[in-house]
């Protein structure tokens, strides 16, 4: 089993910055992939960014340029930083491990941007 908890949501003005972190626990492979995806009102889940254990790293264009994922595998955590936000960047972000074909989930954190 996998529990994934995060951390760093909250209130930001359009403009602003915010952190997120995620860390995972259980059993846990060293093959995996973790990321970030966000849900907004009445819209799909969608994928935010996501790097895996190996080093490949993608991001969604809506926000590339804007984000950074790290992770610290020694910690099982991965990081999103989040820079010149905007009210359209307000979801609730969502954890993710994926190793060995299966999903995990956080419970998710709201971000919301101000305008």
């Known amino acids: 089993q996998v529990q ?11 403009g602003g910055s915010l952190r997120l972190s995620c860390a ?3 059993n846990i492979f060293s093959i995996n992939t973790m990321g970030w995806y966000r849900q907004a009102p009445g819209k799909q889940r969608e994928l935010v960014a996501a790097t895996a254990s190996i080093g490949r790293t ?3 264009d809506s926000m590339k340029g804007r984000i950074t994922i ?3 595998n020694a910690k099982n955590t991965v990081y999103l930083q989040m820079n010149s936000l905007k009210p359209e960047d307000t979801a609730v ?3 993710n491990l994926r190793q060995r074909e299966y999903d995990y989930w956080g419970q998710g954190t709201q971000v919301t941007v101000s305008s």
């Open 93 to 95: 972000y969502y954890c």
């Open 4 to 14: 994934l908890v995060e951390s760093g949501g909250g209130l930001v003005q359009a």
């Open 24 to 26: 995972a626990s259980g």
């Open 58 to 60: 993608v991001y969604a």
């Open 70 to 72: 790290s992770r610290d």
